[in-house]
């Protein structure tokens, strides 16, 4: 079975500083790869995700990820932290043959004035 | 809709009670999820729902679990003689999933949460 670990549970920088959110996965063969977005009170939202077209995956309000499968990972990036970035944020592969969606167990991004 | 709905968006009931949690997609996604997130288990996966195919059931914790999808559209999500351990937020998830692959989005809705006393 597919899985993803996720390295820290809590994450905390300041506002205007990067953010390096860290996710490894397990699989047998490329995976579909994603970053999934929590804010309090609200539903889960799409970031990116790997699909094999690019190993540089640029998604919504500036983060991006890099898949790299000599490393196992696939961490998440954003070069200036904006308040509204503080968020739970989930590792998640695809069982292929379930496609059903498997998470990481999340990390808990504080953004600090 | 615009998005996937869940109704209601938040249940409390009694330990024993029979619980039925409602999803709507969004329209003409061809799949359909469940999942649970609950703060022991994390965010986890109890059943899948594809055209006509029958359901992968492979997520669900137990036989007291079930659900059904009416017209390849609605779905409920029914719990029968609940537990407090069945306290979680309840996510349900479409998809537009014409063939193969695996790498089409999941679209969430916001989530019922339930509480049982």
């Known amino acids: 079975a597919q899985s993803v670990t996720q390295l820290d549970s809590h994450v905390s920088v300041s506002e205007g500083t990067p953010v390096l959110l860290r996710c490894n996965y397990s699989?047998?063969?490329?995976?579909?790869l994603f970053w999934y977005v929590q804010h309090p009170n609200k539903g889960l939202q799409l970031l990116l995700k790997?699909?094999?077209?690019?190993?540089l995956v640029k998604g919504i309000n500036g983060f991006e990820a890099e898949f790299k499968k000599s490393e196992t990972s696939f961490h998440l990036t954003k070069p200036s932290a904006h308040m509204s970035d503080a968020a739970e944020y989930f590792c998640?592969?695809?069982?292929?043959?379930?496609?059903?969606?498997?998470f990481g167990s999340g990390t808990r991004l504080q953004v600090q004035p | 809709g615009a998005g996937v709905s869940q109704s209601p968006s938040n249940k409390v009931t009694e330990k024993g009670k029979d619980v039925e949690l409602r999803c709507d997609p969004i329209?003409?996604?061809?799949?359909l999820y469940w999942y649970r997130q609950s703060l022991g288990q994390g965010l986890e996966f109890l059943i899948y729902?594809?055209?006509?195919?029958?359901?992968?059931k492979s997520g669900l914790p137990s036989d007291r679990f079930s659900a059904e999808r009416t017209g390849g559209s609605v779905s409920t999500l029914t719990i029968q003689r609940t537990q407090q351990e069945d306290s979680a937020v309840y996510l349900c998830?479409?998809?537009?999933?014409?063939?193969?692959?695996?790498?089409?989005?999941?679209?969430f809705g916001p989530g019922t949460r339930l509480l049982v006393l």
């Open positions: 998830a479409s998809s537009f999933h014409p063939s193969g692959g695996g790498q089409e989005t999941q679209y």
């Open positions: 699989s047998s063969y490329s995976p579909s």
């Open positions: 790997y699909t094999s077209a690019a190993t």
């Open positions: 998640v592969v695809v069982d292929t043959g379930r496609r059903a969606l498997t």
């Open positions: 329209s003409g996604h061809t799949a």
């Open positions: 729902f594809q055209g006509n195919s029958a359901p992968d």
